[in-house]
């Protein structure tokens, strides 16, 4: 039986409210952008929230930190029935986080199968987005090669630094070697879906599950703060999620 940690360390606390506050796509950028860790406490303390007491608050994973961190979704809920979803790449990961919680829940190895295909879809999707905001202004587009369209990696590679301005992701980082892994992972679903029924331990889908922050999680949002784009609280989130465990019981 598979469960999560109640708590996060007070280290994983303290810089998921900095990167809340930096990052995420709430309602007081105007005041807090800029403002340097040291600064980003005392601003807290003014508004009473001292701010070890809310370090001791955030390592609960249901504590939502004040001020700072925009619990909507992508989907635009309308008066009567139905909703407008207005961001496929975002609705694509939080498809994918609920796939987490399946494979979690149920110690469920498709769903987990099915959650890193989300978040490669939602990793997709925000490139093309992305290439197609650039291509609507200059001249020199980016785009597959036609009948050969270029790979996520190639497109993090050879797209990303045109994007950023020439800033580029490091690939000598950890979370470099396990985006290579569940990659290769998601390419082989796509290739062989019987591979998904494949059986693995618990331990094994708690390690799984694990490198998912440290991998393509940790990608999208490495892709996001260098591409400067606001960040939604579930991909702040699920960078910092707290770690699954095997329970006997």
Not at 133 to 153: R, T
Not at 161 to 177: A, R
Request: net charge negative; glycine share 4%; charged share 25%.
């Amino acid at each position: 039986m598979l469960n999560v940690r109640i708590k996060i360390s007070e280290k994983q606390a303290k810089k998921l409210i900095f990167d809340l506050v930096k990052y995420s796509d709430h309602s007081n950028r105007s005041l807090t952008d800029g403002l340097k860790n040291k600064t980003i406490e005392q601003w807290f303390e003014q508004n009473k929230y001292p701010f070890k007491r809310l370090i001791s608050d955030t390592r609960d994973w249901g504590y939502t930190v004040p001020f700072v961190e925009n619990t909507m979704d992508s989907k635009v809920y309308i008066s009567g029935a139905g909703i407008i979803n207005v961001s496929d790449y975002q609705s694509e990961f939080e498809s994918a986080l609920e796939y987490r919680n399946s494979a979690i829940n149920n110690a469920d190895i498709a769903a987990y199968h099915a959650c890193i295909a989300k978040l490669f879809a939602s990793l997709a999707s925000y490139l093309y987005l992305k290439a197609e905001c650039y291509n609507a202004e200059n001249e020199d587009k980016l785009e597959d090669a036609q009948g050969s369209p270029a790979s996520l990696e190639d497109k993090i590679k050879l797209w990303v630094p045109i994007l950023s301005g020439g800033k580029e992701l490091d690939s000598n980082k950890k979370s470099w070697d396990l985006f290579q892994v569940q990659l290769a992972q998601y390419n082989e679903d796509a290739i062989n879906p019987k591979c998904s029924a494949q059986d693995l331990s618990c331990v094994e889908l708690a390690e799984k599950v694990n490198d998912l922050r440290g991998g393509i999680i940790n990608i999208i949002y490495e892709l996001h703060v260098l591409l400067n784009d606001e960040i939604k609280s579930q991909l702040v989130r699920a960078v910092y999620f707290p770690d699954v465990y095997v329970s006997e019981y």
